[in-house]
């Protein structure tokens, strides 16, 4: 029988005043790691994350309307933001444990901030005042619909984009990544703002600013392809 591989994707909390708490996590995450041939498995957050990476063979962080704490990559923060410190610390444990073991990676949106911070980058905390003439990050439009353009700028090493491609994607933001010597540059839009970014040795670790789980771009596929690849990959020297 065939064994897929199990792919963590980290919830959020609801936001919404609800009679208990609840993990909440959209459909079209687990959707999208099926489709590519993986077995999704939501993770509850917890103090001690090496039982997860024990039998994870993929993790992927997801998107939500909350800023990573810049106190994490050595900034005050600039104005009032929401965060949420205990899903932060939650996958940043998670993120950091499966750098070392060589877990492979899938960072979206936020899940792609938090990755390059634990890469040793730094964010961009508000791109309408710190970024010259940018483009509109955040539009008020739905998700699943194009939103602005992408370049692929990099030649990536663990993706089938294709370089000098453009693509339309989905990414909705106020914050953007730093280049830094630790990772390498896959995509920017024409602003400069970056919106991929790929761990440069060491196993497979991605970071997307857009939402690959809605499908909305030829990128997607080719991004939940990739990861899935070497989540498999992974899963085979794990069962050794």
């Known amino acids: 029988m065939r064994a897929f591989p199990r792919i963590g994707i980290t919830p959020d909390i609801n936001d919404v005043p609800a009679p208990e708490t609840e993990y909440v996590v959209r459909k079209n995450y687990a959707d999208a790691v099926v489709l590519a041939g993986g077995l999704p498995l939501f993770l509850p957050y917890t103090e001690e994350v090496t039982p997860y990476l024990d039998i994870l063979d993929g993790l992927v962080i997801t998107g939500g309307m909350f800023d990573v704490d810049p106190a994490l990559y050595g900034q005050a923060a600039r104005n009032q933001y929401v965060m949420k410190p205990p899903r932060t610390s939650f996958e940043k444990k998670l993120i950091e444990g499966a750098l070392q073991r060589k877990i492979p990676v899938l960072g979206i949106c936020n899940g792609m901030q938090l990755l390059a911070v634990c890469l040793g980058g730094q964010l961009v905390q508000d791109i309408l005042t710190e970024i010259a003439s940018p483009l509109e990050h955040k539009p008020d439009q739905p998700a699943d619909t194009d939103h602005h353009s992408i370049n692929i700028v990099g030649r990536s090493e663990r993706l089938e984009l294709p370089f000098a491609a453009t693509f339309a994607t989905n990414s909705v933001h106020h914050r953007s990544v730093m280049p830094a010597d ?18 440069l040795t060491d196993g497979f670790a991605v970071g997307v600013q857009w939402h690959p789980e809605y499908g909305v771009s030829p990128a997607d596929a080719l991004v939940w392809d990739g990861f899935l690849l070497a989540a498999n990959e992974y899963s085979l020297t794990r069962a050794q």
């Open 182 to 199: 630790t990772y390498r540059t896959i995509a920017t839009t024409s602003d400069g703002v970056v919106e991929a970014i790929e761990k």
